[in-house]
């Protein structure tokens, strides 16, 4: 799972976060968004994703646009944190599984591990 593409603009990022979502079903709230300055890291070592598991992330030309991308995607039915943290210019998506480790959910209440 690695982000070799070119930075893109933000329509082509959530088309294409939308589009990897079409393809592996399910309803929205079982997927999560964030932000992260190394989502990779993020993902394996914050959320718990493992080889395999389902996730996509993108870089974007900033945190804010980062950050509108997520909070698009939440105001879309999944879970996350949409907010904006500095230098935080990568926004990642993945389908939560027993293992994985949300930190926070939508409803503003922490998931069960954090």
């Known amino acids: 799972m690695r982000d070799l593409s070119p930075q893109k603009s933000h329509a082509q990022i959530l088309a294409e976060i939308v589009s990897f979502m079409g393809r592996h079903p ?3 709230q079982s997927w ?3 932000t992260a300055k190394d ?3 993020q993902l394996f070592k914050v959320h718990g994703f493992k080889k395999g598991d389902v996730g996509l992330y993108r870089t974007a030309a900033s945190s804010s646009d980062a950050a509108a991308l997520a909070a698009q995607l939440v105001d879309r ?3 996350g944190d949409p907010g904006r943290k ?5 926004v990642y998506i993945f389908r939560m599984t027993r ?3 949300p930190t926070r959910l939508s409803n503003g ?3 069960r591990s954090a």
Not at 86 to 90: G, I, L, R
């Open 26 to 28: 399910g309803p929205h």
């Open 99 to 101: 293992h994985t480790t």
């Open 77 to 79: 039915g999944t879970q």
């Open 39 to 41: 989502s990779r890291a």
């Open 109 to 111: 209440l922490s998931s």
């Open 86 to 90: 500095p230098e935080a210019t990568s």
């Open 32 to 34: 999560y968004v964030g």
